[in-house]
């Protein structure tokens, strides 16, 4: 439009132009009001959409603490030799991952060791996960696969026909005999409804409607655990619940790895949840006392749910004959659930010093979880695998006391840890000298973490600690590959891991899932000729697997200490039968058996090298003054 104080005079003669003119000089002015406004509002948005925070899935990188010499210890060989093919093992997990990078997809899956037709060979069950119902490859069907095996480290593929074949995405897995009628049943969690297995003489029936342990369909449930909470004989059911996740506020948010493109997320990004606890009623079912029994804790600022579930490890703390409940939570603190003795747990986590980490005053990345007598004065560790650039944890404390302090450190196993994604975490004896040993399984969650983190990579070796003793400089020595051979040290995406002695020679061998990719199977093929004692037991006026039982053996003047209980690691389940290593010594001199709710009992031991049966009620009482 021309400007009116350029117009030629004849403007003055045309009211149409006139007006035009006064219109324009109108409009101009609203228009650079108008800019004037509108610029920097628009500068407010573009600032905001340049420099919106992203949120980054992964730690930033940190300098790893370099590794304590071990002072010239000298380790046994402890060879570790892969063989998962070679036994009849093919299968491979499925993530369901199609490129949306869901959370889920980097967490699962679980394995079990179990012997679910009774025919004293340890068999292995693998959880699987499976397509979303989005994924136009949903129809395809991913199950659960049992492998029978024969004793001799060979396995037959027997899913289909022990009914193990739902498709489900799956997570993890517990075992035990919940309805005392003397086999193995499996509860499976999973992203959805949860499902519980009877095991009818080696075929399963899915009993999850009539048991009532379903969970809730939205929900994302982890490691699970059968347990004696109340000391009435029946198995009762506890199951971690991790975040509270869903498709649709999964995509909604901005992961990066990298600052462009789209990273899985981190658990802070998800609100918590509860986990279930459920009481075994004798008839079949089970009742949700979750709430009732105080397992339910909410954050202290914003009375929001807090529990980030992932590991479970039952165990009785305080040694006063009762089971308590230690819970890893993923960067919120872990719980400890104290058994009151009346249906109730006070949660004491913070008071008992295993919360956060002692060093930082922070919540770490949990993962896998397990305890143990640790040493000969039964000192209770708690170990407990945490994020990369996070060292696992060893929480320690005295005989009867409930107050912990972390030796990952100074017994020296925290340095070397903090360069893995510690998922899978578990205490075995792998030479049988008596002295426990630690086993982590590694595995990061990003493909391209490298990229990002040089001291990272995705496929990560696991790690074995050989306990070298409490006098030594260093207690707990990682084993380099001179010693458990180049099998053990290939880099894989562990998760769940899990120990039996699946051929039958007295030492445990090692199973470690991993996440979309082929498990792998460790024939323990140490070289020491240590002898050993494996023992199972069965319960009468407990429960029939005799879990939670605490055995106790006699050793030239050593008392070795294990407890019966399949829950362990991550997402997995053990053996059942306790191993003793010997050691050199080729005779023990008794085992007492302090069953669940009940008395002691001491049993003679005229043979070692061997796997010994004991049963509640055919051993000697233990008087006070014994």
């Not at 991913?142 to 492998?147: N, Q, V």
């Not at 993890?172 to 009628?181: F, H, I, K, R």
């Not at 009151?340 to 930082?360: H, K, M, V, Y």
Request: aromatic share 10%; hydrophobic share 35%.
């Amino acid at each position: 439009m021309t400007d009116p104080q350029t117009m030629p005079d004849f403007a003055d003669d045309h009211p149409d132009i006139e007006n035009d003119a006064v219109i324009g000089t109108a409009l101009r002015k609203s228009l650079m009001l108008f800019v004037a406004v509108a610029i920097p509002v628009f500068a407010f948005f573009i600032y905001r959409n340049i420099n919106r925070e992203r949120q980054y899935s992964v730690e930033t990188e940190v300098t790893l603490p370099e590794v304590r010499e071990t002072g010239g210890t000298l380790i046994p060989s402890l060879t570790m030799t892969e063989v998962s093919q070679q036994s009849g093992i093919d299968f491979v997990h499925q993530s369901g991952r199609c490129g949306d990078r869901l959370l889920p997809e980097t967490m699962g899956s679980g394995v079990a060791v179990l012997d679910f037709n009774n025919d004293e060979n340890l068999d292995i069950l693998f959880v699987n996960s499976c397509y979303w119902p989005w994924d136009d490859r949903h129809e395809t069907k991913t199950p659960c696969k049992l492998y029978a095996g024969n004793g001799n480290l060979q396995f037959t593929d027997v899913s289909e026909e022990a009914g193990l074949n739902d498709n489900i995405y799956g997570m993890g897995v517990a075992v035990a005999d919940y309805d005392n009628d003397g086999d193995s049943d499996v509860f499976l969690s999973a992203v959805g409804r949860n499902h519980l297995y009877r095991n009818d003489d080696g075929r399963f029936q899915d009993v999850t409607s009539d048991a009532s342990v379903g969970g809730g369909d939205d929900a994302w449930s982890t490691s699970c655990g059968f347990l004696d909470y109340n000391n009435d004989g029946l198995l009762d059911l506890f199951v971690c619940n991790y975040v509270a996740w869903s498709k649709e506020n999964d995509l909604s948010q901005d992961f990066t790895l990298d600052g462009e493109t789209r990273a899985y997320g981190p658990p802070r990004a998800f609100s918590g949840t509860y986990s279930y606890l459920y009481k075994n009623l004798g008839d079949g079912s089970f009742e949700d006392v979750s709430a009732s029994s105080g397992i339910q804790i909410r954050n202290d600022d914003t009375d929001v749910p807090l529990g980030k579930a992932m590991g479970l490890a039952p165990v009785d703390v305080n040694r006063d004959g009762w089971i308590d409940l230690i819970v890893a939570n993923d960067t919120v603190r872990n719980f400890l659930f104290e058994n009151n003795r009346d249906g109730t747990f006070s949660e004491t986590g913070r008071l008992s010093g295993i919360a956060f980490d002692r060093s930082t005053g922070n919540a770490r990345g949990a993962m896998g979880i397990d305890t143990a007598a640790f040493r000969d004065d039964e000192t209770l560790a708690i170990g407990i695998g945490n994020f990369a650039n996070e060292a696992s944890a060893l929480y320690m404390t005295r005989p009867g006391r409930s107050q912990f302090i972390d030796a990952a450190m100074y017994t020296g196993f925290g340095p070397p840890t903090r360069k893995g994604l510690t998922f899978g975490l578990f205490f075995f004896d792998v030479d049988l000298d008596g002295r426990l040993d630690l086993l982590g399984a590694n595995g990061h969650l990003e493909e391209e973490i490298a990229k990002t983190q040089s001291t990272q990579r995705y496929e990560q070796p696991p790690q074995l600690f050989w306990n070298a003793g409490r006098e030594a400089k260093t207690e707990l020595v990682l084993v380099d590959e001179s010693n458990v051979g180049s099998d053990f040290h290939e880099p894989i995406v562990g998760r769940g891991a899990a120990f039996g002695d699946f051929d039958n020679d007295g030492d445990e061998d090692v199973v470690i899932s991993t996440s979309h990719a082929r498990p792998v199977l460790f024939r323990n093929d140490q070289a020491t000729e240590h002898h050993y004692l494996r023992v199972k037991l069965e319960g009468k006026s407990c429960n029939r697997d005799a879990i939670g039982a605490i055995a106790q053996l006699s050793l030239q003047g050593r008392t070795l200490s294990r407890t019966v209980m399949p829950t362990r690691s991550y997402l997995s389940q053990c053996e059942k039968t306790v191993t003793f290593g010997l050691g050199t010594s080729e005779e023990a001199d008794s085992i007492t058996i302090t069953w669940p709710g009940g008395s002691p009992e001491r049993f003679e031991i005229k043979q070692v090298d061997q796997t010994v049966l004991l049963t509640q009620g055919e051993g000697t009482p233990v008087t006070d003054s014994q």
